[in-house]
């Protein structure tokens, strides 16, 4: 039977489709260094896990749509820690991260309406771009110049009668690169002179290195009507799998326009709400003992991949990942291989080919997005597989001499 054209045109994301691969090298007794995937393996802070534990409604009812009170009224006093002032009525609860870009594009967005990113950007934002029949129209960066941020020229010449918006992601999946006050502040102004939003996924921003701080988008209250935050639990408290996100503007348009789709998908998780407001009630020690450890593994991983012949590597400002180059003809055929046809020392890396973190054809073929999301001995590990790997690579699949 024939599937839709729409879903045909649907790509398979590169975190997650080589995973049958790393299935069936575990089953040969491989051990797979997962860096593809941004699962840390810090635990969830106790409170979190205390509150699942002792949930004890006789009932999982229905919740309210636009996410409970009680977890709005606590992300109102995390937030107040930024300077950020806002109420409850500014935040709506999404079903991750994930459902919060879908709904922004969907309403903010007819079929074929287009947004501006830049690219690399995170993957899965193509995908719900196809969902909502948005179009993206990139502005690249390099890894040159360490992925910054494109001039505001750049982004003006793809302005046009259809574009609805920009988007970024600041601390940035993939590159690591932490927007700055005034790159914000440029393309604020370039979207109050074309009257389009500027949309903000800020879920990293408490991990920012080398005493970089961090500028949320929500700063500028000068712009309020056109800023939307996408912000989420996932990985500032090492809880991926609840699911709990958000959208928060002082835009009430927007609000009320995002709760339509709220109230049709009914409401977001129940219990992981209370695991959520629980996470919020963690010592301030949890997090920065958290952006601490995740310098250290980026300072271990980076350094080490630096030693490998032909990888190029910068060092990443914030999140958890980077883009590297390796002296490859195509980085997924590579991690096919390193998957079904190498080892070392009965171990092997997983990694994101980063071609589909383009929306431009030809590009990031030989590139590749690392998570720094495991222990230092992992890392160390995973770096002495790729330096192998790459010489079995390029000697046997590319016919290269050393």
Do not use: W
């Not at 995170?122 to 001039?151: E, G, H, I, Q």
Request: proline share 4%; charged share 25%; hydrophobic share 40%.
């Amino acid at each position: 039977m024939q599937m839709s054209n729409r879903i045909s045109g649907f790509q398979c994301s590169p975190i997650r489709k080589l995973v049958p691969y790393a299935r069936d090298a575990v089953k040969k007794g491989i051990h797979v260094i997962h860096l593809n995937i941004g699962q840390p393996d810090i635990k969830t802070p106790v409170e979190a896990i205390k509150a699942i534990q002792g949930y004890n409604d006789d009932i999982i009812a229905y919740g309210i749509s636009e996410g409970e009170l009680y977890l709005r009224r606590a992300l109102l006093s995390y937030y107040k820690k930024y300077g950020l002032s806002l109420s409850e009525d500014d935040i709506l609860i999404t079903t991750g991260g994930s459902e919060a870009i879908l709904f922004v594009l969907t309403t903010l967005c007819d079929p074929f309406d287009e947004f501006i990113i830049p690219e690399p950007f995170y993957t899965n934002v193509a995908t719900f771009a196809n969902m909502a029949m948005v179009t993206l129209r990139p502005v690249t960066s390099s890894s040159d110049d360490n992925f910054v941020l494109p001039s505001i020229a750049d982004f003006e010449k793809k302005i046009n009668k259809k574009t609805m918006g920009i988007m970024l992601c600041s601390p940035n999946n993939p590159t690591g690169h932490v927007y700055s006050t005034e790159e914000l502040r440029g393309l604020l102004e370039l979207c109050r002179k074309h009257d389009i939003f500027l949309v903000v996924d800020e879920v990293y921003r408490e991990f920012c290195y080398d005493g970089k701080s961090f500028t949320s988008v929500l700063s500028f209250s000068d712009y309020q009507d056109r800023v939307i935050c996408v912000d989420s639990f996932s990985k500032r408290f090492s809880m991926c799998g609840a699911r709990i996100g958000a959208i928060v503007t002082r835009n009430k348009e927007v609000i009320d326009s995002v709760l339509k789709l709220s109230q049709a998908r009914l409401c977001p998780p129940v219990v992981e709400q209370v695991a959520a407001a629980a996470a919020l009630t963690a010592p301030d020690e949890y997090v920065e003992n958290v952006r601490a450890e995740y310098e250290r593994r980026r300072n271990v991983l980076i350094s080490n991949m630096q030693r490998i012949p032909g990888v190029r590597c910068s060092l990443p400002k914030g999140a958890f990942y980077f883009v590297a180059d390796l002296p490859v003809d195509d980085a997924e055929r590579f991690a096919l291989f390193m998957l079904r046809d190498f080892s070392y020392e009965g171990n092997t890396v997983m990694f994101a080919p980063a071609e589909d973190f383009y929306v431009s054809k030809g590009l990031g073929k030989s590139q590749a997005r690392f998570a720094y999301v495991l222990n230092e001995n992992e890392l160390v590990m995973a770096a002495k597989c790729l330096e192998k790997g790459l010489k079995a690579y390029r000697r046997t699949v590319m016919g290269l001499s050393d």
